[in-house]
């Protein structure tokens, strides 16, 4: 059974960091390219950054030099480092992973991002 879970969000002071985590089960973790997505409310969900099974790494625009994702293939892991962190950052923040036949997606972790 395949499985993806969020964790790290939480509330932070605009400028400050996050580190987010997304640990998958019941697949073979190394060979997927993984993907944080966000949410805001009464936006569209957007893509945040991805990684490939060669570590090779895409940002969006509004995140290159703020975030950082990043893999570890013996805990199932990926990580999504976020610095400099802005009230627009504020979303709920999803990852996935695709095989050929489905996407799967995890709940969702909370950022909020307020003073």
Excluded: H
Aim: proline share 3%; hydrophobic share 35%; aromatic share 12%.
């Amino acid at each position: 059974q395949v499985q993806v879970v969020e964790s790290g969000g939480g509330l932070v002071q605009p400028g400050g960091s996050l580190r987010l985590s997304c640990a998958a089960s019941g697949i073979i973790f190394s060979i997927y390219a993984m993907a944080w997505y966000r949410q805001a409310p009464g936006k569209e969900r957007e893509l945040v950054a991805l990684i490939t099974s060669g570590d090779s790494t895409n940002y969006a625009d509004s995140m290159k030099g703020r975030f950082t994702i990043s893999r570890d293939n013996a805990k199932n892991t990926v990580y999504l480092q976020m610095n400099s962190l802005k009230p627009e950052d504020a979303a709920v923040y999803y990852c996935k992973f695709s095989t050929p036949f489905m996407d799967y997606w995890g709940q969702g972790t909370q950022v909020t991002v307020s003073s």
